[in-house]
């Protein structure tokens, strides 16, 4: 056995080393000697617990925090992609529309047409021999 897997307590034998050595041996005091052994022997077994038990308590323990902390990590990477993937749709749709401001930009500057058109549908304008018929 490499290790001694009893807990000793030796501070109680040298406490009071007199008055055990004085004291008068009565019924009450005397230990119960059967089926659970003396005073000594009920200390030692309460404190054997085995060393592997221990470490495979720790190693349990460690096995579990690593598994938290991974799925933890896998969480937040997946909700981090679905993020981006959302920000790229995002900005995507925004290059388009970005794209077709800049066409309607280069016609309204070129075609006279288109122009016409524009000052017509936004700003009401109308020509100077045209008559405006407002209907309600």
Do not use: Y
Not at 56 to 81: D, K, P
Not at 82 to 93: A, L, N, P, Y
């Amino acid at each position: 056995m490499a290790a001694n897997p009893f807990w000793t307590d030796s501070r109680l034998d040298t406490q009071r080393p007199a008055a055990r050595a004085f004291s008068l041996p009565s019924p009450a005091a005397e230990p119960f000697v059967g089926a659970v052994g003396t005073r000594a022997d009920v200390r030692r077994r309460d404190f054997s617990i085995p060393s592997w038990v221990v470490f495979s308590m720790i190693m349990l323990a460690t096995f579990a925090v690593c598994v938290t902390v991974t799925m933890r990590t896998h969480a937040a990477r997946g909700a981090a992609e679905q993020r981006f993937e959302q920000m790229t749709t995002e900005v995507q749709g925004i290059r388009q529309k970005n794209e077709t401001l800049r066409r309607d930009v280069e016609r309204l500057r070129s075609d006279p047409r288109t122009r016409e058109a524009a000052a017509r549908a936004r700003l009401n304008m109308v020509r100077a021999n045209e008559v405006v018929v407002p209907l309600d």
